[in-house]
């Protein structure tokens, strides 16, 4: 069963180039998020986003957003992937931006995953996280076996170590920090083997 990647917190020309050119990711995900060491301004992301190839789907990862931050960069991206909003606010934000809404889970008990119940029919995908979001911290995984709903992504604390065992839960693999020497920097060297090892399967 093919594993579909998405690579998370983008912020550099040269690490855009290095997925595109190793192959294997359908996903970039941008955060716009003060507190992140991988945080944008919209004019960064405008020329980040403007080197994507059009097979690799762009997600805007945000909290909380305001309407007037989701017309700024709408046209920019194909998802937008959201924190800490209810189902009616999801709702509101598909209007605005007229794309598609990842909803993120954060799970740190058992009984959070069953929060995805309320977006079932209004969100477009969803993504089970870990509380701390980037904090390379993942949950347990067990949680996630009476899912009722198809394909997800699973995130938090993913690395070329647990990727194995992460494939085995989910089609849909998110992974930020386990391809990064220093919070918010990316390495070409662990974005190439991941990506290698991706291959080999």
């Given at each position: ?30 955060v ?12 960064q ?11 690799i789907?762009?997600v805007?990862v945000?909290v ?20 800490d ?5 999801v709702?509101e ?19 959070d ?20 979001m980037?904090k ?37 693999i ?16 662990k ?5 290698s090892?991706l291959?080999?399967?």
């Amino acid at each position: 069963m093919s594993i579909e990647l998405k690579i998370c917190g983008i912020s550099s020309e040269n690490i855009i180039k290095t997925i595109v050119e190793n192959g294997g990711c359908q996903y970039l995900g941008f955060v716009f998020y003060p507190p992140s060491p991988r945080n944008l301004s919209i004019e960064q992301s405008k020329k980040l986003t403007s080197m994507v190839p059009k097979h690799i789907k762009k997600v805007a990862v945000v909290v909380k957003p305001e309407n007037s931050f989701m017309e700024k960069v709408k046209d920019q991206f194909d998802y937008f992937q959201v924190y800490d909003v209810s189902p009616e606010r999801v709702k509101e934000l598909k209007l605005i931006s007229n794309k598609k809404i990842i909803q993120s889970i954060k799970v740190k008990k058992e009984e959070d995953i069953d929060l995805y119940k309320e977006y079932v029919g209004i969100a477009d995908e969803f993504l089970f996280d870990s509380p701390g979001m980037e904090k390379s911290s993942n949950f347990n995984w067990d949680y996630l076996k009476n899912i009722e709903i198809k394909e997800w992504f699973l995130a938090g604390g993913i690395n070329i170590d647990n990727f194995d065992k992460a494939k085995n839960i989910a089609q849909k693999i998110d992974i930020s920090s386990g391809l990064e020497d220093n919070p918010g920097k990316k390495s070409v060297k662990k974005i190439s083997d991941f990506l290698s090892k991706l291959k080999s399967l």
